[in-house]
Every structure is written in C-alpha cells, then in structure tokens.
C-alpha cells in the first residue's frame, strides 16, 4: 500500500524560504512521476509542478520553487524561495493517484 507523507510546512515572513518533503513509502519512486498542488482557503486544489523525465512548473512559481528528489530516500523536495503572501495554501503531494495529507505553509508578516 503506497503512502505519502508531506511535512516541512510553518509559517514564513515574505521573501523567505521553506523546503517542503514528501516521503513515498510502499512503492519506489525511482523512475516514476510525482507532483505537488495546492489548495488555498476557498480555492481549487492547483498544480504546482513535477518531477519526471525532468522537472516542469506552474507559471505562477517558475523561477521560485525547485522541485528535487532523492531516490533512495524515496522523498521528493519542494524548495520555495521568494514566498508571497498568495503562496499561502495547503501544499499536497500526489505519487501515483495517492495523496498526503498537506502540509500548512502561511506566508504572512
């Protein structure tokens, strides 16, 4: 049974950086596709970027956010620099249709 944690959320002042982690357990994600959403209050759940063949991003985050991954840790990283206010949401990973559970990340002064 596939399981996706995320976790590295907070709360982060504008300008700032968190790196957000989503540990896959249950099946390997070496070779595989992963992504991240997200889901602000009021808001469709959007998608933020994956990992595959190589790495694609919203235009939204592109030049911000770096998604990474290490194999055999089977963890995906989300790097997020430059944070915004609009940033704010609840982050999601999804690894083969299984969803985490989030992780809160609030961008605020």
């Known amino acids: 049974q596939v399981q996706v944690v995320e976790s590295g959320g907070g709360l ?9 982690s989503c540990v896959v357990s249950g099946r390997t994600i070496r070779g595989q596709p992963i ?3 997200r889901q602000a209050p009021g808001q469709e ?4 970027g994956g990992s595959w063949m190589g790495n694609d991003y919203a235009s939204f985050v592109k030049g911000r956010f770096k998604i990474s991954r290490d194999n ?3 963890t995906v ?7 915004k206010p609009e940033d ?3 982050y999601y990973c ?3 249709d ?3 559970q989030g992780t809160q990340v609030t961008v605020s002064l």
Do not use: C, H, I
Not at 12 to 20: A, N
Not at 77 to 83: A, D, F, G, H
């Open 35 to 37: 992504v991240w959403y």
């Open 94 to 96: 999804n690894f083969k």
């Open 72 to 74: 055999d840790k089977n």
């Open 88 to 90: 704010t949401a609840v």
């Open 98 to 100: 299984n969803w985490g």
């Open 77 to 83: 990283y989300l790097q997020m620099n430059s944070l």
């Open 12 to 20: 982060v002042q504008p300008g700032g950086s968190l790196r957000l």
């Open 45 to 48: 759940r959007e998608w933020v």
